[in-house]
């Protein structure tokens, strides 16, 4: 399979080489030159299949240049119960005898879905790497999760070090303890004495240094990597299969979104062939996606416009995963998601009323919500007592998004984004007690943390990491 990107280029090379890829060097992101489809009689073949085999089953097609069986020997060691705490490592359950089903994604090794493609790029980088005899060192910014789920993928992984940028005292105290708690050698967390986005300009401004980002092998593991997207799309047919419907009968997916990651992963199962009917895209009060498929208008908001919410890691202005779904409405136009994508670089509206497109996403099965603060408390609370199931906020949006949509007679299964230990102050606020935690984590505050604070000041990060590569290379 060749990759080209979404604004035209057209020979990105194959899985191995965009899986290093940050952004396509037009600025696009890398897209699949076709997406093959199941027939249903290939469908009904998987059902019943193990995750690894499942995964191998769905993520081969695009990844043709690793041998067979080491492909299928990275799935297994990815999608181990030891890693993620569950047989089925994504187990559903229904909740009483309605028909909405939580689809659990979050019992990996840091609490949230992320793992679930992390750990598979963490295995495929240390592949890839050593079959190339290269090394990489990520450079990341991170709210909470998306550095947490790197951090336990990438430990003890001798080819690749993580350098994690934190906005210094921001970080809830449970997701600070998870990562500063790390004492692997090649897990380095900087707190940066500034916002979110200050730790992302830096990391801009880094990879802006062509020269220092190619000395010192600088690398990310971002929302926009394609492997993170394709590894996700397997849980989308792992649910399906587990629903147990008649062959060629719908499921609706609700998703609590930021990135638009993790629901255009189900956009890909569905033209892959599996029966999706709706695709429901949840917000918070940040709320472009929704935005745009209630009016057709993509109006995409400044950092400073962004609200911070009690559902933290969907606290974006701007879904950079947005961009691969478009150029696929496009009928994967390259030439017209540029002209669109230059408006949104330049903060203009693209609107898409009125245009045969705006039909493309009618029926592309996409409906979006947004849910408040209040609705967040109100959810967790609801579904703890008529289900006797404690949820998070991020997993609370879409649960009453996804109510909202519920067809009779169809199951709609919301995505649990993370557990509701990873963000205990608000679950606390919701139904006045603490989540119970895993085990493993029990009484991680407390743990010695190794952790520097630095200045926002691009100067001084770039100093840093060349000092400890050096000392990493001493040792
Ligand atoms: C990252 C994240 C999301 C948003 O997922 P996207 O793929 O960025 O849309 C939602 N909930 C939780 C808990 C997350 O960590």
Known sequence: MKYVSTRGATDLGRFSDVLLMGLAPDGGLAMPERIPAFSPQELENLRGLSYPELAYAVMRPYIDDVPEADLRRLLQSTYTEAAFHSKDITPLTRLGQSNLYLLELSNGPSLAFKDIAMQFLGHMFEYVLEGRD???????????????????????????????????????????????????PNIFNIAIEGVFDDCQDLVKEVNADAEFKARYEIGAVNSI?????????????????????????????????????????????????????????ASNENDVLNEFFATGVYHVRPAAQVAQTSSPSMDIGKASNFERYVYLIAGSDGVQTKGWWDEVGASRPVDLRGSPHWDAVKASGFVGGRSSHADRLNTIRRIDREFGRLIDPHTADGVLIGERYARSGVPMVCLETALPAKFEETVQEAVSRTPERPERFVGIEQRERRSVVMPNDVTALKAYIEEQLAKRLRD
């Open 134 to 184: 290269e090394r990489l060192n990520i450079l990341g910014a991170t709210s909470g999760d998306t550095g947490s789920a790197a951090e336990y993928a990438m430990l003890g992984k001798p080819r690749v070090n993580v350098f994690m940028l934190s906005p210094h005292g921001r970080m809830s105290a449970f997701q600070q303890a998870q990562m500063f708690s790390l004492q692997e």
């Open 225 to 281: 990597n394609w492997a993170r997207v394709l590894a996700q799309a397997v849980y989308y047919f792992k649910a399906y299969f587990a629903l147990g419907l008649p062959a060629g009968a719908e499921a609706d997916f609700c998703v609590p979104s930021g990135n638009f990651g993790n629901v255009f992963a189900g956009y890909l199962a569905k033209r892959m062939g599996l029966p999706i009917g709706q695709l429901v895209v």
